[in-house]
T-cell receptor
């Protein structure tokens, strides 16, 4: 079953605009990760935020985490056509047996128009 | 770092046939995961290895599915008596096993189509 729900399911923006997508989850977590997937390809790790962190930056990416609301957001600033992809949040829940398996949301499909 | 490699990239087979996929993780990674992804959905966890030991299997992994990692390096995922519902992208990922908070590195997957 999918732990996370992402919102919106799809997003269409002009190049240069910012893109924001949100993720909600249900259980306690060790960390939350964001991945990008281009059509027909595997997932590329973007950023990992630990449960005791509130905000993290990496280049044009900004991730926030609110564990009290069980939600996270990913902001892509100054978007480019190459940012067109599906973006997934994934949670890593505390479990001795799980070996840090990830539980993914349904993804946000982002289209950046040139 | 050559990344996670999966073979084949695409597999088309008739219902009822057996198929086997291979995953070569990043060499120093001792954790290996298999996920399944259907169109428009996020990946779903199937199974996990730490070195050669298979430590967890999802309920999604019916008895027609078997995975191995015989020497703690590459892994294979076999599906016996394939069914239409097995059509999906099968993704392999690997990570370092040093504590938690390690990102997983994914291969480009094997897309399975059942005729």
């Amino acid at each position: 079953s999918q732990q996370g729900e992402e919102d919106p399911q799809a997003l269409s923006i002009q190049e240069g605009e910012n893109a924001t997508m949100n993720c909600s989850y249900k259980t306690s977590i060790n960390n939350l990760q964001w991945y990008r997937q281009n059509s027909g390809r595997g997932l590329v790790h973007l950023i990992l935020i630990r449960s005791n962190e509130r905000e993290k930056h990496s280049g044009r990416l900004r991730v926030t985490l609110d564990t009290s609301k069980k939600s996270s957001s990913l902001l892509i600033t100054a978007s480019r056509a190459a940012d067109t992809a599906s973006y997934f949040c994934a949670t890593d829940a505390p479990s001795k047996a799980a070996g840090n398996k990830l539980t993914f949301g349904g993804g946000t499909r982002v289209l950046v128009k040139p | 770092d050559t990344g996670v490699s999966q073979d084949p990239r695409h597999k088309i087979t008739k219902r009822g046939q057996n198929v086997t996929f291979r995953c070569d993780p990043i060499s120093e990674h001792n954790r290996l995961y298999w996920y399944r992804q259907t169109l428009g959905q996020g990946p779903e966890f199937l199974t996990y290895f730490q070195n050669e030991a298979q430590l967890e299997k999802s309920r999604l992994l019916s008895d027609r599915f078997s995975a191995e990692r015989p020497k703690g390096s590459f892994s294979t995922l076999e599906i016996q008596r394939t069914e239409q519902g097995d059509s999906a992208m099968y993704l392999c990922a690997s990570s370092l096993g040093t504590g938690g908070n390690q990102p997983q590195h994914f291969g480009d997957g094997t897309r399975l189509s059942i005729l």
